[in-house]
């Protein structure tokens, strides 16, 4: 499965952005999704997960304000960010792992998109 990130920009502290993740290939309903972000100089981090069956799992430093969807159909998954703080400047990946659960790393997940950069300003 191919991936590819969009949707980051710049913003406000305070506001929202939804980033989007177009997949390709007809498989896309059977792969448990994710998103991960990488801040200049951290480690690559959890966002948030979702199941093939829609089940989910959020980072605590995101809970409540971010929310992960996917739309089988358009063959894609969606983050809604609300809230944003300077802390959640990062690249933005979108991720899908053939595993049975949603793993919170990185390590599990065999495909990656190219990342979207997200900038918080305070």
């Known amino acids: 499965v191919q991936l590819q990130a969009s949707g980051g920009g710049l913003v406000q502290a305070g506001g929202s952005l939804r980033l989007s993740c177009a997949a390709s290939?007809?498989?896309?309903?059977?792969?448990?999704m994710a998103w991960f972000r990488q801040a200049p100089g951290k480690e690559c981090d959890f966002v948030a997960g979702?199941?093939?069956?829609?089940?989910?799992g959020y980072a605590d430093s995101v809970k409540g304000r971010f929310t992960i969807s996917r739309d089988n159909a358009k063959i894609a998954v969606y983050l809604q960010m609300n809230s944003l703080s300077p802390e959640d400047t990062a690249v933005y990946y979108c991720a899908a792992s053939a595993g049975p659960l949603i793993y919170y790393g990185a390590a599990y997940y065999s495909y990656w998109g190219q990342g979207t950069q997200v900038t918080v300003s305070s």
């Open positions: 290939g007809r498989t896309f309903s059977t792969y448990n």
């Open positions: 979702i199941s093939r069956s829609g089940s989910t």
